[in-house]
């Protein structure tokens, strides 16, 4: 585990000074996931054979004196609704369990054009629905620093594979939190991108208006690196943003001095955590000791966005998911009596309950006579939620605090209880709805779990937020505690 340890940079030292092989990179992963996956229950599929010929591949170009790639031999892992050629994608769904794509999505062939390395696919809550990662119809993935607790999620087989010492770094997507949340629960750094900085072309749709790809890392820096080969224009993907990329990398540089904070009051308010809200208090005094100033500030709209969010994002789950009939890809269920039986038994049989309650919840607030009443109302209500960030970033350069309103809870607390997991994403959600990027980042432990602290810039203004998450983490040691597995 103490070789993931080491920051991207150090890696490519030993790799040039041969001191390292590609091969024994990916053969410590494989090691890692023998020792530890069977309870933390972070993969799905495994890619044993194509990572080794990959890695031979690589040192053969190390010997040759050929050229690096940016992420060069860094052992990764893929969340499962992320589709891969030639490598089950399942989106831990029952009805894709035998989808095997023809393609790769675009932040894949990113991925493969910096030289990394597919481990594996990792677990996720179903099509990317919950916040548990108890939603996956195979197994649920289990915290690493404690098995009893969940990862979060959707994508918490990503935050738990990297937070477990199984692969250097995963990719994952969030909609609603679903990076940062896992991210915090784990005790890792997760970002989210600005919407539409990242291609979602090969992305299988949740929310086609709020889903984005981003990096789960074990530090700011090889965030900013992993970002830096997966953003970029595609014209695969409608909804891709056509902006200059900058260099993420070299907006590290330790230094906030006079940058602007804004706290919002409701982050800090009713249904956080006291010892939460301690280590976001300490994590603000730490700023304030580099040169930052902070003030507290208003997002008055915050009290709307999970209703807004559900019902939007469950509206746009269910024109989605209704490519998946039976018919064109995925699980077709026997025997049926007609072609609506066929779509009755399929749909059945193969989402599961989290998934279906989604559908049904969508569907109805699209119908004929309620679409006014709370799809529309729900769109106006997500533009009043993105003006609250618009005015607070007309005087402040970033919004700071905590990721999630609690730290990680046991495994089946909440399951029973949709509305409170709901409400576990409070605080990831309007930035969500808002499209701007955000970073989770440690900032201290609640019970022995750790704690997760969320800084918000203004939209494709990743290296202001790269920058203040990299001078926290160079003054803390919160980022290089381990769970003891």
Request: aromatic share 10%.
């Amino acid at each position: 585990m103490a070789l993931f340890d080491l920051r991207l940079q150090e890696i490519h030292n030993q790799l040039t000074s041969k001191e390292l092989s590609v091969g024994e990179l990916v053969d410590a992963s494989y090691r890692r996931i023998a020792e530890t996956d069977s309870s933390i229950q972070a993969f799905l599929t495994l890619n044993e054979d194509g990572a080794r010929a990959a890695a031979a591949e690589l040192d053969k170009q190390l010997q040759d004196g050929g050229e690096r790639g940016l992420l060069f031999g860094l052992p990764a892992g893929i969340k499962d609704n992320i589709v891969t050629e030639g490598l089950l994608t399942t989106c831990a769904s029952q009805f894709l369990r035998n989808y095997d794509p023809i393609y790769n999505a675009t932040v894949v062939q990113k991925l493969s054009a910096a030289q990394s390395v597919t481990i594996g696919k990792l677990n996720m809550d179903e099509f990317a629905m919950g916040g548990s990662n108890e939603n996956s119809s195979f197994y649920p993935t289990r915290n690493p620093w404690n098995t009893d607790y969940v990862p979060g999620g959707s994508s918490g087989g990503s935050a738990a594979s990297v937070a477990a010492g199984q692969v250097y770094f995963s990719l994952g997507s969030d909609t609603g939190g679903s990076i940062r949340q896992p991210a915090a629960y784990c005790g890792i750094v997760g970002l989210k991108p600005t919407y539409g900085l990242v291609s979602r072309f090969g992305l299988v749709a949740f929310a086609s208006s709020l889903d984005q790809i981003g990096p789960l890392t074990k530090n700011v820096e090889d965030s900013a690196y992993v970002l830096q080969a997966i953003a970029g224009y595609d014209g695969m993907d409608s909804t891709s943003a056509n902006v200059e990329i900058p260099d993420y990398v070299s907006a590290l540089s330790g230094d906030v001095k006079g940058l602007r904070i804004g706290v919002p009051k409701e982050y800090l308010g009713q249904g956080i955590d006291p010892k939460v809200k301690e280590a976001v208090l300490a994590a603000l005094q730490q700023f304030e000791s580099l040169g930052a100033t902070w003030d507290e500030v208003s997002l008055p709209h915050t009290e709307y966005a999970v209703a807004t969010y559900y019902l939007l994002a469950s509206s746009e789950a269910s024109s989605n998911l209704a490519r998946f009939d039976g018919v064109r890809y995925g699980v077709r269920a026997e025997d049926p009596d007609s072609l609506i039986e066929l779509y009755r038994k399929s749909r059945s049989q193969g989402f599961g309950d989290e998934v279906k309650r989604r559908i049904m919840l969508g569907t109805y607030a699209l119908s004929s006579g309620y679409y006014d009443a709370f799809y529309l109302k729900a769109q106006k209500v997500r533009t009043l939620i993105k003006q609250d960030f618009d005015n607070v970033f007309q005087n402040y350069d970033i919004i700071v605090g905590p990721t999630a309103p609690t730290a990680a809870f046991r495994i089946g607390e909440q399951v029973g209880d949709p509305l409170t997991m709901y409400l576990n994403d409070i605080c990831t959600i309007p930035v969500s709805l808002a499209g701007v990027p955000a970073i989770s980042i440690p900032c201290g432990f609640a019970d022995g779990l750790p704690v997760g602290l969320q800084i918000i810039g203004k939209a494709f203004d990743e290296r202001t937020v790269l920058r203040a998450a990299h001078a926290f983490e160079q003054h803390t040691d919160h980022h290089k505690q381990r769970p003891q597995l």
